[in-house]
């Protein structure tokens, strides 16, 4: 069995004593690959200089809307140029958020529009952040649709309504270990059901949303534990798990052009 990670923060200070071997349970438990997410420009060229130094990552490089107060044009400029490296197989995560409100929402909209326009440049897929917006998300990523747009809405929690839509814009849907939990992930167990299987994609978010047994041991996620989201995932739809290994596998692996 061979399974990816789609999403993941490994390089958050959590991991600088250990990576190694949160790296080796990974591989213990088939998980031979991992693509790690920026989410600024410091924490993207920390994600590309993993996927440099080692076969195990990919990268991604875009800016949080967390972070979109700190963003300006020439961030985007030396983040598409860093994008031209090998390992760098996505544009992301970026999006909107309007829960914790770290940056104001006309500041979030103006540069998720400015990255999905530097995304099309580069003929990148996008990772997707979305909580919270009620429908404002999908409005501006309808209004600002472009040819060839690709791409996974990572950590999905949105209405029945709105997976419907992205499906219908050619999207996948990244699901995360909340799939796992008894309460929070009841109404989302529900929802998986009706995604094709060639749009998923699982992921863990380490260091958060760690998946269940393992939240009750431990608070830090590592992508070893995205395996118990693709085994709940199979039982939850009734998939043979070995199929649909091999077929999020598959997808990811399209999605963002993995050799």
């Not at 490994?10 to 438990?29: C, G, P």
């Not at 060229?45 to 990552?57: P, V």
């Not at 209405?159 to 499906?167: D, F, G, I, K, R």
Request: glycine share 6%; aromatic share 8%.
């Amino acid at each position: 069995m061979r399974i990816i990670d789609s999403h993941c923060h490994l390089d958050d200070k959590s991991y600088q004593n250990d990576l190694q071997e949160v790296v080796a349970r990974a591989e213990a438990a088939d998980v031979v690959r991992a693509m790690v997410v920026g989410v600024s420009e410091a924490s993207s060229r920390r994600c590309a200089a993993l996927a440099d130094n080692s076969d195990f990552f990919y990268a991604s490089v875009g800016i949080h809307p967390h972070d979109a107060a700190d963003t300006d044009e020439g961030v985007l400029t030396r983040l598409a140029e860093l994008a031209k490296g090998d390992r760098v197989k996505a544009w992301g995560e970026c999006g909107l958020d309007f829960n914790r409100m770290y940056s104001p929402k006309d500041v979030q909209e103006t540069w998720f529009v400015r990255q999905l326009e530097v995304a099309q440049s580069l003929d990148l897929p996008l990772i997707f952040h979305e909580r919270d917006t009620e429908g404002r998300f999908l409005e501006m990523l309808s209004a600002h649709r472009f040819d060839g747009l690709r791409g996974v809405v990572h950590c999905f929690s949105g209405s029945t309504q709105e997976m419907e839509a992205y499906l219908d814009m050619g999207l996948h849907i990244g699901v995360t270990g909340i799939v796992t939990i008894q309460k929070r992930g009841e109404h989302l167990r529900e929802q998986v059901l009706a995604i094709p299987r060639e749009r998923l994609l699982v992921e863990t978010d380490a260091p958060y949303l760690t998946p269940a047994p393992h939240k009750n041991k431990v608070r830090r996620n590592e992508p070893a534990f995205v395996r118990e989201v693709l085994f709940k995932l199979a039982a939850v739809r009734g998939d043979d798990v070995e199929l649909l290994a091999d077929t999020v596998w598959n997808n990811t692996t399209a999605l963002f052009d993995l050799s």
